[in-house]
């Protein structure tokens, strides 16, 4: 059993090259907006959670805790999110946008669109819903073989 493999044969390799080219050019188009690719899903994902934790909001943008607070202190400190206690657990802060970052997350999301639309343009119908068909067995055999 030979345990070498090609990087050209390594699937790892093309799919982290498209990772890291979409991460590239969502990066370069929300720079004018003002956002990391970071700080943009974390208010993405409070357009549509307010109220959300930060834990909650972590997991939902695929970072870590101490990442998120990280990305949370920034937008607080630019005034497009506002954190409160929750009204229960006080130890527990519940994260909302404020209008300005409504407005910046507007101004970003019709950039990251049009990046999204490209993208999506490049395929027909049926090879977009084959694409995240194999993405997600990609994702299901991956978590399988995970330790």
């Known amino acids: 059993m030979t345990t070498s493999m090609p990087a050209s044969e390594r699937l790892g390799s093309h799919l982290k090259r498209a990772e890291q080219a979409l991460g590239a050019t969502k990066s370069a188009v929300l720079k004018p907006a003002g956002l990391t690719v970071a700080q943009y ?38 005034a497009l999110i506002e954190r409160t206690p929750h009204e229960w657990h006080r130890n527990v802060l519940e994260t909302r946008l404020t209008d300005e970052g409504r407005a910046v997350m507007a101004d970003a999301d019709a950039r990251a669109v049009r990046v999204e639309r490209a993208l999506a343009a490049e395929f027909t119908d049926a090879e977009r819903a084959e694409l995240v068909a194999l993405l997600g067995r990609c994702v299901a055999v991956l978590e399988r073989e995970r330790p």
């Open 41 to 78: 899903s974390a208010l993405l994902h409070l357009s549509g959670n307010s109220g959300i934790s930060a834990a909650a909001l972590a997991r939902l943008c695929g970072v870590t805790p101490p990442t998120m607070n990280t990305v949370l202190k920034n937008l607080q400190e630019r």
